[in-house]
């Protein structure tokens, strides 16, 4: 009867779950799951970022973790579904060394899903709101240090006899979100990034760039882009806010950096870091090493047969900027994803006559729809319902990886019959379009493989409209003189061949800053398993090496969109803030490959 | 029987209210009003801030501005109370040019205060959540202007054939907020600031300075302070946010750039005003000007006999810096309210010997009793019962001038009987300590003359230890080569002389750019008439010519304090953007003197 609303129910489960969990009894826990069920875990059971799937991967994870997390105080905080749909629930818990929140869905009162996050360290929490610094000790004090001589201090610090517990290689979006989340746990850190000032890797990129995702996607942690913020920001504005937020946030942040090389010595559990700053070495030892540069890594280049006699100029989209010394030329883009469109634009748009070489499909989904059928959870009317940003991302997490290709599918059969029209004037002009090998649409490409989509906003019509040309499916036989000749013996003309051909994975560059050796013990980053093109098994369930311990000691990744920056580089930083601390961080399950 | 609840009452008054002036009774409507009762509207009815005080005031107002106003729509959004306290009640209303909010108070059935004023211009609302920009133009475009691109146009056009709409002299907190709603409003507007960088008028002041009053009181409009900011700001820190809150708010802000003179074309309704941009001259012509030079105006010096004979330095509070240099040095401070005491301190953390004249009694309460007992609505307690900063701005608004003083006396009241201990040791040390010539403390002596109370957050404990010497209540003599020597013969050495003696009226910058004629027209700025010391009558009821019309068409005064500003701003910026539209904007009463 007291069982019939959503809460009610939630809690009726989760009361016994907690029961069951405190006495140790895991068969008991197991009989409250469905069987097809799956327990992501967020660094709370696991000090890992690990989706178990099934009961049997629960049970082997709970034996190895129970006794050592000692969860308590499971709480239903808030609850919704009805008698058709599943439970949905909010809880919060405790463990051993901190406080956690998740969210389980039940179905005929068995649990489907349950996500558990740490959200916070006993005695280590954030200083916000209530807690936020005074800013001043009140009373005179003839030793007192202001505020701008500390941040001097800290400014000078490194390299200057002090070492940061944890440095940051790459000063973008996600390194700076990572230093944000770690300074607010009192780790000392020290962001390191090869551009002269904080948001230049935005505006160093091509003039017409605009983020592709709308701003209630992109906020970062603590400072919310205000209400008059646009919906897609420009780049150089983004600059100018990542600028900002490192100052506002007071990171320690040395452009013009470029790091060298990393070794970490196994006896002292510290890495050496050769920095070249301003020109001049430096050299730190910090403990924790984090690789932030950049969501998938250095330019993929590709062969091109012929290069050498090429008359023209080719290089990679990352150092393509400005497009104006193009009018007038013919320019070869290859490749068709979201760069070798944009570039295509902004190509177009300054006056050069533009093909794009397409060499496989691209799965293109239109801005406008997107943001009416994908972005619901992080938009103004989300908001105004309450949804803010921390919960959307939650909301996002609860769904594990293995059951997102299905919710994806149904989306993009819903974008598909509404853009219909679209998408058959795109292919009639020879465009490759695909959703995915199982049809799943952008989201599983871009955690699949982080290529091979496009969100279009202008470039499909200048393809449809003949205004940017398509070359696509035939391979390239060789570079000639003056162009492109292709395998079916038709030539192109180019003045310039820009390679939108994608990033290596982010461990290359553990390969080249600490040793091929490591960097192949660790394995690639990004990517599920999931056995389709480019994203080779097993199955990881979870994306590989990104924001959880890998092969090598003291070596971290984070990187990703905004959005995912900014969700794990809490995850991230609690990882690092419990082995500062010296808290036991008993990692479940070795690092996949 | 339906009408027991606050909100059922005030909607039942609120429709009599309502129903009457839509008919135009206006005796009907004094009807609904206690004997004692006030009006207060700021730009909704009056196109003005103004309080009628009583019945045949209300009556006068009604008279002159319901038919221009035509105000419709009344309703009750919230109302709280019970049988024993007045019913408080907010409200939402419309005019014939825009949408309204306002507060009313109910007493036994009769309106004891209302507070109506005007949110927004119909046609005219700023571009914010729902509406924000979309900061793209989405499709191709061979014309395409980037952001970065109009950014750099805009920051350019002023002075090169350009004119803005509004020239605002004075790049502080108050010009800096104005600015930020007229760009809201789409009025073109320009900042002109002597220092070279925004946030400089927080930087040059002395080392240890930190706002004295917490966070929750002291934020922008739109970008709110995050959660991690201090409770009290450090100056430094307060200028990068100031400088950042300007690049990102997108205002043209002009630094090194000094105004000259200023004078009205009265035909052409322009004025021409001549500026030094980093040593060239300029020449504008904008509609509107703003002066919102600093609080209160130029330094004021007051005459010491004898100072061309001294042998040491003579300054003023706003040119002192840095104490380091007064180490060993005998320094007197005279003037013995908020800068008096800072720069006091400061001396004392720099090793310096200071003595600091009190001319007059000062209101001194400890930051820590202000924090508990005055800012219950600028709180994070506040903040987390749902009170955030407009709100508690227009709750503070609801009050009217008149009604202050009961309360802050009832307030000071409970102030002194708390910290007893604390100013019987403080008057013991020989320091003069007053409340008021009412008892009403702080609060009222801002408003009346903006001088003579220090907010103690850690000076007090050094007069009380001797640490800081007091000589008070004895009129200075002379200087002498070596000192100060005062009417009852003792004498003072000192080394140096910091004159913390306060600031003119803002209407003596109007005298130096515009002309003496058009100051004296205006007269001066702040005060409320109350005719207690320095603040002669007659009564007002609300700040002398601060934030609304004044005697000289088209020159407005913005300033005070980050709240003031904050809340001000808004009207300041409605009532330019309702001249730019050419909206009829009939001004209820003649500007006072």
């Given at each position: 009867m007291h069982e019939t609303t959503p809460a009610a129910k939630a809690a009726a489960w989760l009361g016994n779950f907690a029961e069951r969990l405190d006495r140790g009894d895991i068969s008991g826990v197991l009989e409250?799951?469905?069987?097809d069920c799956y327990w992501r875990d967020i660094v709370?059971?696991?000090?890992n970022v690990k989706t178990l799937e099934g009961k049997e991967a629960i049970a082997a994870m709970l034996e190895a973790t129970l006794a050592a997390t000692r969860?308590?105080?499971?709480?239903?905080t808030e609850a919704s579904g009805s008698g058709l749909e599943p439970v949905e629930a909010w809880f919060t818990f405790a463990t051993g060394v901190g406080k956690g929140t998740g969210i389980l869905t039940l179905e005929g009162g068995k649990c489907r899903t349950i996500l558990t996050t740490l959200q916070s360290l006993d005695s280590h929490e954030?200083?916000?709101?209530?807690?936020?610094?005074?800013?001043v000790r009140h009373g005179a004090d003839r030793n007192r240090k202001t505020w701008s001589e500390r941040r001097a201090e800290e400014e000078v610090a490194y390299g200057n006899g002090a070492d940061p517990y944890c440095l940051i290689i790459g000063g973008g979006q996600g390194g700076i979100m990572l230093a944000a989340r770690l300074r607010q746990l009192g780790v000392p850190s020290l962001i390191v990034e090869k551009?002269?000032?904080?948001g230049d890797s935005w505006r160093n990129?091509?003039?017409?760039?605009?983020?592709?995702?709308p701003v209630w996607y992109d906020h970062l942690p603590y400072l919310p882009f205000p209400a008059?913020?646009?919906v897609f920001t420009p780049k150089d504005k983004m600059g100018d806010w990542l600028e900002m937020y490192v100052k506002v946030m007071e990171l320690t942040y040395w452009g013009?950096?470029?790091?060298?090389s990393a070794s970490f010595d196994e006896n002292a559990k510290r890495w050496t870091v050769q920095l070249v700053r301003d020109g001049k070495p430096v050299t730190l030892h910090p403990v924790q090493l984090v690789f932030a540069?950049?969501?998938?890594g250095p330019p993929k280049l590709i062969d091109l047969p012929g290069a050498s006699g090429f008359k023209g100029e080719i290089l990679h989209s990352s150092g393509y900027?400005?497009?104006?010394?193009?009018?007038?030329k013919n320019i070869v883009v290859i490749g068709a994803a979201s760069s070798g469109h944009d570039v295509s634009v902004d190509l177009w748009e300054a006056g050069a006559n533009v093909t794009m070489v397409q060499r496989s499909p691209t799965t293109v989904v239109r801005s406008e729809t997107l943001m009416e059928l994908a972005f619901d959870t992080y938009s103004e009317a989300a908001v105004a319902s309450g949804i803010d940003v921390d919960k959307a991302d939650m909301m996002g997490a609860a769904t594990p990886f293995a059951l997102q290709p299905m919710k994806q599918k149904a989306l993009y059969d819903r974008i598909r019959a509404r853009d219909a029209d679209f998408y058959r004037r795109l292919e009639a002009s020879g465009f490759l379009l695909d959703f995915g090998p199982d049809e799943t649409g952008l989201m599983m490409k871009a955690y699949r493989t982080?290529?091979?989509?496009y969100v279009d906003v202008g470039a499909s019509q200048l393809i449809i409209d003949g205004e940017i040309g398509i070359k696509a499916g035939v391979d390239i036989d060789t570079l000639t003189p003056g162009g492109i000749r292709f395998a079916d013996g038709t030539e192109i003309a180019a003045d310039a061949i820009i390679m939108s051909t994608g990033f290596q994975s982010m461990h290359e560059v553990v390969a080249k800053i600490v040793s091929r050796e490591v960097a192949d013990s660790i394995g690639t980053c990004w990517?599920?398993?999931?056995?389709?093109r480019h994203d080779p098994?097993?199955?990881?369930?979870?994306?590989?090496?990104?924001?959880k311990p890998v092969a090598q000691e003291n070596l971290w990744f984070q990187g990703g969109n905004l959005a995912l920056s900014r969700f794990f580089s809490k995850y991230v930083a609690l990882q690092i803030k419990a082995r500062m601390e010296g808290?036991?961080?008993?990692?479940?399950?070795p690092p996949l490959k």
């Open positions: 409250l799951f469905a069987e709370a059971f696991t000090w969860p308590t105080g499971w709480t239903v954030e200083a916000l709101g209530f807690t936020r610094p005074m800013g551009n002269a000032k904080a990129r091509y003039r017409s760039l605009v983020l592709h995702d008059n913020w646009p013009g950096t470029e790091c060298v540069t950049g969501a998938y900027s400005d497009g104006s010394k193009y009018a007038g982080g290529s091979g989509y990517g599920l398993g999931s056995g389709t098994g097993p199955w990881h369930g979870e994306l590989r090496n990104m924001y808290l036991p961080t008993p990692v479940y399950a």
